[in-house]
């Protein structure tokens, strides 16, 4: 007997799932499960994915649903993990408690660097684990080094083809291959979820405003985001859009609405703010927007892939300079989003949807911003990033790289042309050593 068991914490999540088992994907199974995991800051205020308007279409995939947040009660997801003497006895537990009895196991989870997936694939130890990916991060390197009991173990990443052409740096270090979900099969099984949501506003062709709460993940301060809706607003308007409508993220606080409709009185325009917490794609079916604005969304790459809508960005060049660490995950999807989209406040570029790189510049650029973030889990990129940087690197590039890394793995454009032996002097790095030593013990 076979079981396999998929993980999902989003609806977007759950459509991949859909449409990869639409697809054939997946081979045959006596039983598929959906391990379903609410990761919301507050779990108990935020509707997990079974609760969400559309699920009810996708739920025929699977014959059992089970929530990992139960499971684990009263842990929350995102910070709990067995302890390696205990997987054992939590594969035992769970074995009994989902009736799975001798069955052999196979996982579908996504996010498996980070908890809950990292947590269900130590448990299961001997299950061979596919890694889905439904948004933009796919393309960009794995952000923590992965136990390698749990990453050879990853036998391919199922990912939606968003960007045409550039292949997903995400488990390269393990030889994985990339796999992309059929787009006419993720396309119809959007499609069944169209008429979800009976209490959507009827709107014809508005500009659509997209938020996703960055404050919560500690990239802006809560007003600075305000200010993006903002500016994403303002902007609409000044390329001739009458008619709004704002999509908060679920989990946004509600005053963010306010802000944007105080505004909005004050250009005179009609704004539609939506509470019901559906996916982008079905507002695109339902609306046809005839402009998508967001900063660095998936969902912009959906508009532009998958129904053709036009698109603009905004705030992706604060979100360059802000993002900290350098390597934070969320990088490559903004590069990947201020490489390619328009700029909201150029006018001509909105209109003529002009493509600001070509998929070749683009893979080129990814792997050497990818090589930067993580050049220890992907050595092996070193050559390329140097070969971009060289060739490559003029006022436009730098906004995606910073000196001081470029510096610290003496990569080309860290110093001026004449003085790059410096990073490479073992005598200088040793007296820079031991002035940043003597400069710390004199402030101490």
């Given at each position: 007997m076979?079981?396999?068991?998929?993980?999902?914490?989003?609806?977007?999540?759950?459509?991949?799932?859909?449409?990869?088992?639409?697809a054939?994907?997946?081979g045959?199974?006596?039983r598929r499960?959906?391990?379903?995991?609410?990761?919301?800051?507050?779990?108990?205020?935020?509707?997990?994915?079974?609760?969400?308007?559309?699920?009810?279409?996708?739920?025929?995939?699977?014959?059992?649903?089970?929530?990992?947040?139960?499971?684990?009660?009263p842990?929350?997801?995102?910070?709990?993990?067995?302890r390696?003497?205990?997987?054992?006895?939590?594969?035992?537990?769970?074995?009994?408690?989902?009736?799975?009895?001798?069955d052999?196991?196979?996982?579908?989870v996504?996010?498996i660097?980070v908890?809950?997936?990292?947590?269900?694939?130590?448990i299961?130890?001997?299950?061979?684990?596919?890694v889905?990916?439904?948004g933009?991060?796919?393309?960009?390197?794995?952000?923590?080094?992965?136990?390698?009991?749990?990453?050879?173990?990853?036998?391919?990443?199922?990912h939606?083809?968003?960007?045409?052409?550039?292949?997903?740096l995400?488990?390269?270090?393990?030889?994985?291959?990339?796999?992309?979900?059929?787009?006419?099969?993720?396309?119809k099984v959007?499609?069944?979820?169209v008429?979800?949501?009976?209490?959507l506003?009827?709107?014809d062709?508005?500009?659509?405003?997209l938020?996703?709460?960055?404050?919560?993940?500690?990239i802006?301060?809560?007003?600075?985001?305000e200010?993006l809706?903002?500016?994403?607003?303002?902007?609409?308007?000044?390329?001739?859009h009458?008619?709004?409508?704002?999509?908060?993220?679920?989990?946004?606080?509600?005053r963010?609405s306010?802000?944007?409709?105080k505004?909005?009185g004050k250009?005179?325009?009609?704004?539609?703010v939506?509470?019901?917490?559906?996916?982008?794609?079905?507002?695109?079916?339902?609306?046809?927007p005839?402009?998508?604005?967001?900063?660095f969304?998936?969902?912009?790459?959906?508009?532009?892939?998958?129904?053709?809508?036009?698109?603009?960005?905004?705030?992706?060049d604060?979100?360059?300079?802000?993002?900290?660490?350098?390597?934070?995950?969320?990088?490559?999807?903004v590069?990947?989003?201020d490489?390619?989209?328009?700029?909201l406040?150029?006018?001509?570029?909105?209109?003529?949807?002009r493509?600001?790189?070509?998929?070749?510049?683009?893979?080129?650029?990814?792997?050497?911003?990818g090589y930067?973030?993580?050049?220890?889990?992907?050595?092996d990129?070193?050559?390329?990033?140097?070969?971009?940087?060289?060739?490559?690197?003029?006022?436009?590039?730098?906004?995606?790289?910073?000196r001081?890394?470029?510096?610290?793995?003496?990569?080309?454009?860290?110093?001026?042309?004449?003085?790059?032996?410096?990073?490479r002097?073992?005598?200088?790095?040793?007296?820079?050593?031991?002035a940043?030593?003597?400069?710390?013990?004199?402030?101490?």
């Amino acid at each position: 007997m076979t079981t396999q068991i998929f993980m999902a914490s989003t609806l977007y999540g759950t459509a991949t799932l859909a449409a990869a088992l639409d697809a054939d994907c997946f081979g045959p199974a006596d039983r598929r499960i959906l391990l379903v995991s609410n990761n919301a800051a507050t779990p108990e205020t935020t509707p997990s994915v079974d609760e969400m308007p559309g699920f009810g279409r996708l739920r025929g995939r699977f014959d059992d649903i089970v929530s990992w947040n139960e499971t684990i009660t009263p842990f929350h997801p995102g910070g709990w993990a067995p302890r390696p003497d205990d997987t054992p006895l939590w594969e035992r537990h769970l074995r009994l408690a989902w009736n799975l009895g001798d069955d052999d196991i196979e996982l579908a989870v996504e996010s498996i660097q980070v908890n809950p997936a990292l947590g269900v694939a130590q448990i299961f130890t001997g299950a061979p684990v596919t890694v889905y990916a439904d948004g933009l991060m796919s393309y960009g390197p794995t952000r923590n080094k992965i136990d390698p009991l749990v990453g050879t173990r990853v036998t391919r990443l199922l990912h939606l083809d968003l960007v045409p052409g550039l292949t997903p740096l995400l488990l390269t270090e393990f030889d994985v291959e990339p796999e992309i979900v059929p787009t006419d099969a993720f396309s119809k099984v959007l499609a069944e979820l169209v008429d979800t949501g009976d209490e959507l506003p009827s709107v014809d062709e508005p500009a659509l405003l997209l938020g996703q709460y960055l404050s919560a993940l500690g990239i802006l301060t809560a007003e600075q985001e305000e200010d993006l809706h903002v500016r994403m607003l303002r902007g609409a308007v000044a390329l001739g859009h009458s008619r709004v409508v704002f999509k908060p993220h679920p989990t946004a606080p509600a005053r963010w609405s306010r802000v944007l409709e105080k505004e909005a009185g004050k250009l005179d325009v009609e704004l539609t703010v939506l509470d019901t917490p559906v996916l982008a794609e079905v507002l695109y079916q339902r609306m046809r927007p005839a402009l998508v604005v967001g900063c660095f969304s998936t969902a912009l790459l959906t508009a532009s892939a998958l129904y053709g809508l036009p698109v603009a960005r905004i705030g992706t060049d604060t979100l360059l300079d802000r993002l900290v660490p350098y390597e934070n995950s969320n990088r490559v999807p903004v590069t990947i989003v201020d490489a390619l989209l328009p700029e909201l406040t150029d006018k001509a570029a909105v209109a003529e949807q002009r493509v600001g790189m070509t998929t070749e510049a683009l893979s080129g650029l990814v792997r050497a911003v990818g090589y930067a973030m993580q050049p220890k889990i992907l050595p092996d990129l070193r050559p390329a990033a140097e070969r971009y940087l060289t060739q490559h690197l003029n006022n436009h590039t730098w906004r995606y790289f910073k000196r001081k890394r470029l510096t610290s793995l003496a990569l080309p454009g860290a110093v001026p042309a004449q003085l790059a032996f410096l990073p490479r002097n073992a005598t200088v790095r040793r007296v820079a050593r031991r002035a940043r030593s003597l400069r710390r013990a004199v402030r101490r």
